[in-house]
Every structure is written in structure tokens, then in C-alpha cells.
């Protein structure tokens, strides 16, 4: 069996506060609240996932809500910025009217690896880009989003990951995971340094994991407004079986196949310490509710399901309720 990862399947960042964190994504960016979940390693936390009106594999931003933790410290061997595709640099242009209108910061309009690129932070420092993807990859508009749906968030990419040494990074991305090493940029943010493009089987930057090397930099330290880990597309439980089989064997330790329910993980870390994940398409979160309730009631999967009285109660709730 040819193994080939097929682009980005959701990136989870960390947030402090869940109701701003929920007026954020869904009314300043447009994207849909697709399952409010809890974190289920650690139920005291939600677990918000933000997509396109599908809620389709690849369009999937994702928060940990853990109030008492302390903003990320910036540095390297971490995630540093995630892209949101958009359809054109005439949305960029949109956009950075609508985030000077709500005080959202951000930088000019630029061109990143040939592509027209607005950087901006949310209320919390965490980095994003929107991207002009010209079309490629899939996206699905949300007919309810306050934005315009030809200026809609289609989905995630590129994803960009900082580590002081590539070397061990390429490897495991390239001999162990099939990605190619595809071209290099420089740095935005140190232009002496490089930026270096790794790509999948799938379209455009949805497709397409970026490895800035920056050695200068002290180790980041987690925390809200950082990323907790990227997690890569396997199209179907075969495959996902076939991969953990392929780590095993070549010495990475793993989670094992874990069932999250609306996909199946494998976790591990790459040589530099960033986590990474490997989940299936399907089933996807329509399995526990239809396509229109999506995101309005806590979602359980069915063994935490005898513990939603305990669950809610510790729960703050949110502007949907």
C-alpha cells in the first residue's frame, strides 16, 4: 500500500478564554462553530471546533479552552502561524478594511512564497495569515456567517512550524511521512533565515507544511495563543492502520490508534518535540448531529455521555446557550 498524506486535517491552539475565544472565530472571522466538545483527555475543558459550512476535513480550527493558563512565550520547536485560505487577494483587500474597522491586529498586505498574504493576531497573540489560495483545495461556504460568502474562510493552510535544526525535522517529513521537500523562502520575520516548504499529496497550501529554521531562538514555552499540535489527513481507517504500522517500525513512538470518535488519531512527536497527529476524514461530525444543528448543544461521544450532568456543570457556558 502507497501511503501519501493528503494535507492538513485540523490544527488545536490553546486559548484562556472560551467566550471570546467563540465571538472571535465565529463573528469577526465568519467561520462556523461545527461541535462544541470537551477536551477528552480532559473533560473540564472545552474542545471548539471551528470550519467551513460542511464542517469539512481540512477547514477545521480548533481550541483547548484552559482558563488558567498563562500566554504562550514565543520561541521555536512550536507551531508559529497558521494560515486561513481565502479565494482571492481581492478578499485580502477586504480584509484588512474589516480588521482596521475592529481594531484586529494586523499587518499590510504582502507576497509570502508567491502568494498574497495578510498577517494578523487574535485577542490573544495567536498568529494567523490569510492566504490567497487562487482557488485550490476545497471549501464550503457557512450561509449564516456574518461574512460575505465570497470572502469566506475556506480552510486551513499553509501551517507553519519553527525549529532550531532542520535536519532531523526533514527527515522524519520526508522519509518517514512522504512529504517533499519542495522549495525554500526567506524568513519574513529574519530574512537571513530560511523558510522551507514541505509538500502533500493534496492541493495547494492546504497541502503544505512550512519549517522556518531559526536557531536564534529560545525555546517556546506553551500557552494560550500557542498551538498545541497540527494533525495531517488520512483518507480512511486502512491507511490509518497502515501508518501506525509504519512508525512502529521505523523506531517513533506513538499513541497508538486512539478513537476520538468523529476520527480516528495517532499522536507523536517529530525529532524537535512539535506534536503531530495523523486523523482519518471520516466518520466527521455529522455522526451525532445533523448538518443544521452542528455546534448549538454540548456534543458527547458515547462514553462520556453517562457524565454530561458532571461535565456541564463545569462548564462555563457559552453566547449559544
Given at each position: 500500500?502507497?501511503?501519501q498524506?493528503?494535507?492538513?486535517?485540523?490544527?488545536?491552539?490553546?486559548t484562556?478564554h472560551a467566550?471570546?475565544?467563540?465571538a472571535f472565530?465565529?463573528?469577526?472571522?465568519?467561520?462556523?462553530?461545527?461541535?462544541?466538545?470537551?477536551?477528552q483527555?480532559?473533560?473540564?475543558?472545552y474542545?471548539?471546533?471551528?470550519?467551513d459550512?460542511?464542517?469539512?476535513?481540512?477547514?477545521d480550527?480548533?481550541?483547548?479552552?484552559?482558563?488558567?493558563?498563562?500566554?504562550?512565550?514565543?520561541?521555536?520547536?512550536?507551531?508559529?502561524?497558521?494560515?486561513?485560505r481565502?479565494a482571492s487577494?481581492?478578499?485580502?483587500?477586504?480584509?484588512?478594511?474589516?480588521f482596521?474597522?475592529?481594531?484586529?491586529?494586523?499587518?499590510?498586505?504582502?507576497?509570502?512564497?508567491?502568494?498574497a498574504?495578510?498577517?494578523?493576531e487574535d485577542?490573544?497573540?495567536?498568529?494567523?495569515s490569510?492566504v490567497?489560495?487562487g482557488g485550490?483545495?476545497?471549501?464550503?461556504?457557512?450561509p449564516?456567517?456574518?461574512t460575505?460568502?465570497?470572502?469566506?474562510?475556506r480552510?486551513?493552510?499553509?501551517?507553519?512550524m519553527?525549529?532550531?535544526q532542520?535536519?532531523?525535522?526533514d527527515?522524519v517529513l520526508t522519509?518517514?511521512?512522504?512529504m517533499?521537500?519542495t522549495?525554500?523562502?526567506?524568513?519574513p520575520?529574519?530574512?537571513?533565515h530560511?523558510?522551507?516548504?514541505?509538500?502533500?499529496?493534496g492541493?495547494g497550501p492546504?497541502a503544505e507544511?512550512?519549517?522556518?529554521?531559526?536557531?536564534?531562538?529560545?525555546?517556546?514555552?506553551?500557552?494560550?495563543?500557542?498551538?498545541?499540535h497540527v494533525?495531517?489527513r488520512?483518507?480512511n481507517?486502512?491507511?490509518?492502520?497502515?501508518?501506525?504500522?509504519?512508525l512502529?517500525?521505523v523506531?517513533?513512538?506513538?499513541?497508538?490508534?486512539?478513537?476520538r470518535y468523529?476520527?480516528r488519531?495517532?499522536?507523536?512527536?517529530e525529532?524537535n518535540?512539535?506534536?503531530?497527529e495523523?486523523?482519518?476524514?471520516?466518520?466527521?461530525?455529522?455522526?451525532?448531529e445533523?448538518?443544521?444543528e452542528?455546534?448549538?448543544?454540548?456534543?458527547l461521544p458515547?462514553?462520556l455521555?453517562p457524565?454530561?450532568?458532571?461535565i456541564?456543570a463545569?462548564l462555563?457556558?457559552?453566547?449559544t446557550?
Amino acid at each position: 500500500m502507497t501511503l501519501q498524506l493528503t494535507g492538513i486535517h485540523h490544527l488545536t491552539a490553546v486559548t484562556a478564554h472560551a467566550a471570546e475565544n467563540y465571538a472571535f472565530y465565529t463573528q469577526v472571522l465568519g467561520m462556523r462553530l461545527v461541535k462544541k466538545t470537551v477536551n477528552q483527555d480532559d473533560v473540564r475543558a472545552y474542545h471548539l471546533f471551528y470550519a467551513d459550512g460542511m464542517a469539512t476535513p481540512g477547514s477545521d480550527l480548533t481550541f483547548f479552552d484552559w482558563p488558567t493558563t498563562p500566554r504562550e512565550q514565543r520561541g521555536s520547536h512550536t507551531i508559529t502561524r497558521t494560515g486561513l485560505r481565502v479565494a482571492s487577494a481581492t478578499s485580502l483587500a477586504w480584509w484588512a478594511v474589516r480588521f482596521t474597522q475592529l481594531g484586529v491586529k494586523h499587518s499590510a498586505i504582502t507576497t509570502r512564497d508567491g502568494r498574497a498574504t495578510l498577517d494578523f493576531e487574535d485577542f490573544e497573540g495567536q498568529r494567523l495569515s490569510l492566504v490567497d489560495d487562487g482557488g485550490a483545495g476545497e471549501g464550503t461556504p457557512w450561509p449564516d456567517s456574518p461574512t460575505p460568502t465570497e470572502h469566506q474562510i475556506r480552510g486551513l493552510g499553509p501551517i507553519t512550524m519553527t525549529v532550531r535544526q532542520l535536519a532531523p525535522t526533514d527527515l522524519v517529513l520526508t522519509k518517514v511521512m512522504g512529504m517533499e521537500a519542495t522549495r525554500i523562502y526567506p524568513d519574513p520575520d529574519a530574512p537571513q533565515h530560511s523558510v522551507h516548504v514541505f509538500t502533500m499529496a493534496g492541493a495547494g497550501p492546504a497541502a503544505e507544511l512550512h519549517v522556518a529554521v531559526r536557531p536564534d531562538l529560545p525555546y517556546a514555552r506553551p500557552g494560550a495563543g500557542g498551538v498545541h499540535h497540527v494533525a495531517f489527513r488520512v483518507p480512511n481507517q486502512a491507511e490509518h492502520n497502515a501508518w501506525e504500522a509504519r512508525l512502529r517500525s521505523v523506531g517513533i513512538q506513538t499513541s497508538g490508534i486512539v478513537e476520538r470518535y468523529y476520527f480516528r488519531s495517532i499522536y507523536f512527536r517529530e525529532p524537535n518535540g512539535i506534536l503531530f497527529e495523523l486523523a482519518t476524514d471520516g466518520p466527521g461530525f455529522t455522526v451525532d448531529e445533523p448538518l443544521a444543528e452542528l455546534g448549538k448543544r454540548l456534543a458527547l461521544p458515547p462514553f462520556l455521555e453517562p457524565r454530561r450532568a458532571d461535565i456541564e456543570a463545569h462548564l462555563k457556558p457559552l453566547a449559544t446557550t
